[in-house]
C-alpha cells in the first residue's frame, strides 16, 4: 500500500480535461508545499511535470496544472492529447525518516 | 543540464547484494541531493534513501535501513546504492534521480536499472 492515495486509473477524450487527486497526511501534503507531479511513459524513467504543489519546470506545457487543499494534491490536465497517456505519480516531502513518498500512480488513457 | 548514466542490468541470486552506480555530468556535483528510487514490474515508485548536504549524511528510508547503503564519489562524480540481503520482491528497476537547486523534486533521472533477483 503506497503512502500516498491516488486513484488506479482516469481516463478522458482528446481535448477535455482531467483532474487526479493525490491524498496524504499532515505529515506530508497537508504539512508541507512540496508536492510534486512526474509523467512516466512504458519503459522510460518518470519526467518532472510539477513541483510546489503549482510550479512547472521550463519546458513542461501550460496545459499541466497542481493545486492543494487541505491533505490533497491535485494535478489538471486540459486539452488533452494523445501523447498525455501514461502512468502519473504524485510525490511529497514527509517529516519522518523516510523523508520522499510517493502515491501508487494513476494510469491515464486518452480515449 | 545534467545526465545520470547508471550501470548496466544485473542477476543476483537470493541472500547476496548488488551495487549500481550512477555517473553526473553537467552542474555541480557537490549541489546535488541524490536520491535512489525504486519500481518493482508493473507497481509504484518507491523511494528508498538518498544524500542530503543540508544534513550531510545519508538518509534512508525505514522500509530500507539497514539493508541499503548510499554513497559518492565526488572525484568520478559517481554515486552508488547498495542493496544487500537480496530476496525476490527486491526485483525492481532502481532509479537514480537528483534534486537540483530545488527542494524535493526529482528534476533529473538515470535510465534505470534493472535488478533481478533469482535462484
Known amino acids: 500500500q503506497s503512502a500516498l492515495t491516488q486513484p488506479a486509473s482516469v481516463s478522458g477524450s482528446p481535448g477535455q480535461s482531467i483532474t487526479i487527486s493525490c491524498t496524504g497526511t499532515?505529515?506530508?501534503?497537508?504539512?508541507?508545499?512540496?508536492v510534486s507531479w512526474y509523467q512516466q511513459h512504458p519503459g522510460t524513467a518518470p519526467k518532472l511535470m510539477i513541483y510546489e504543489v503549482s510550479n512547472r519546470p521550463s519546458g513542461v506545457s501550460n496545459r499541466f496544472s497542481g493545486s492543494k487543499s487541505g491533505n490533497t494534491a491535485s494535478l489538471t490536465i486540459s486539452g488533452l492529447q494523445p501523447e498525455d497517456e501514461a502512468d502519473y505519480y504524485c510525490?511529497?516531502?514527509?517529516?519522518?525518516?523516510?523523508?520522499?513518498?510517493f502515491g501508487g500512480g494513476t494510469k491515464l488513457t486518452v480515449l | 543540464q545534467v545526465q545520470l548514466v547508471q550501470s548496466g542490468a544485473e542477476v543476483k541470486m537470493p541472500g547476496s547484494a548488488v551495487k549500481v552506480s550512477c555517473k553526473a555530468s553537467?552542474?555541480?556535483?557537490?549541489?546535488?541531493?541524490i536520491s535512489w528510487v525504486r519500481q518493482a514490474p508493473g507497481q509504484g515508485l518507491e523511494w528508498m534513501g538518498g544524500i542530503i548536504p543540508i544534513f550531510g549524511t545519508s538518509n534512508y528510508a525505514q522500509k530500507f535501513q539497514g539493508r541499503v547503503s548510499i554513497t559518492t564519489d565526488e572525484s568520478t562524480t559517481t554515486a552508488y546504492m547498495e542493496l544487500s540481503s537480496l530476496r525476490s520482491e527486491d526485483t525492481a528497476v532502481y532509479y537514480c534521480?537528483?534534486?537540483?537547486?530545488?527542494?524535493?523534486?526529482?528534476?533529473?533521472w538515470g535510465q534505470g536499472t534493472l535488478v533481478t533477483v533469482s535462484s
Open positions: 499532515s505529515s506530508d501534503v497537508g504539512g508541507y508545499n512540496y
Open positions: 510525490s511529497s516531502y514527509r517529516s519522518s525518516s523516510t523523508l520522499v513518498v
Open positions: 534521480a537528483i534534486v537540483y537547486g530545488g527542494n524535493w523534486e526529482f528534476d533529473y
Open positions: 553537467g552542474g555541480t556535483f557537490n549541489s546535488y541531493t
